[in-house]
C-alpha cells in the first residue's frame, strides 16, 4: 500500500500567524494554490485560503495590510502523517471536503502537502480522487 509520504509535495511554504494576509496570497499566488498552512516554529496550528482572506477581511471592509493570518485561519486543521495511506488521505478529503491536507510528523510539525492532484496523478487511485474532489465540489447551501 501506498504511504503519502511517497506522493506529497515536501518543502512547502507556510506563513506564520503574525503575517499579514497579503503575505498568504503571495504564496498562494506564487505556488498557485488556494490554501497554505500557518506554522508557529514549524508546527501546523491553522489554514488560510484565499476565499477566508476574501470573505473575512475583503467583503467586512478590511485592509488586508493590517489584519493577519492568525485573525481568518482556521483553527481546526485535519492532518495526516507520513505513513498514512493514501486511501484514508483520499477519504479524508472528502469526508472534509477539502484539497489539501497538511502532513505532519507525531510532533504536529509540518513535513509536507497532500493535495488532491497529487492523488490523481497516481493512477491506481484516479478514482478516489475523483470521488473525493466530487464531493469536495458538492455545493453548499447558501443564498443569493
Do not use: W
Not at 484565499?50 to 473575512?56: G, L, T
Amino acid at each position: 500500500m501506498k504511504k503519502v509520504s511517497e506522493i506529497m509535495t515536501k518543502n512547502v511554504q507556510f506563513c506564520t500567524p503574525h503575517e499579514s494576509l497579503v503575505t498568504a496570497a503571495k504564496i498562494m499566488r506564487d505556488v498557485d494554490c488556494g490554501s497554505v498552512p500557518v506554522c508557529d516554529s514549524n508546527r501546523v496550528i491553522g489554514m488560510i485560503t484565499d476565499r477566508d482572506i476574501v470573505i473575512k477581511c475583503i467583503a467586512t471592509g478590511n485592509n488586508v495590510n493590517e489584519v493577519h493570518c492568525h485573525d481568518v485561519m482556521t483553527h481546526d486543521v485535519v492532518t495526516c502523517s507520513p505513513d498514512t495511506d493514501v486511501h484514508e488521505c483520499a477519504r479524508l478529503m472528502a469526508q472534509h471536503q477539502i484539497r489539501r491536507i497538511p502532513v505532519v510528523n507525531e510532533k504536529g510539525e509540518l513535513m509536507g502537502i497532500c493535495a488532491i492532484g497529487d492523488l490523481a496523478q497516481e493512477n491506481i487511485y484516479i478514482n478516489e480522487a475523483g470521488e473525493a474532489l466530487s464531493d469536495i465540489s458538492e455545493p453548499d447551501n447558501y443564498r443569493h
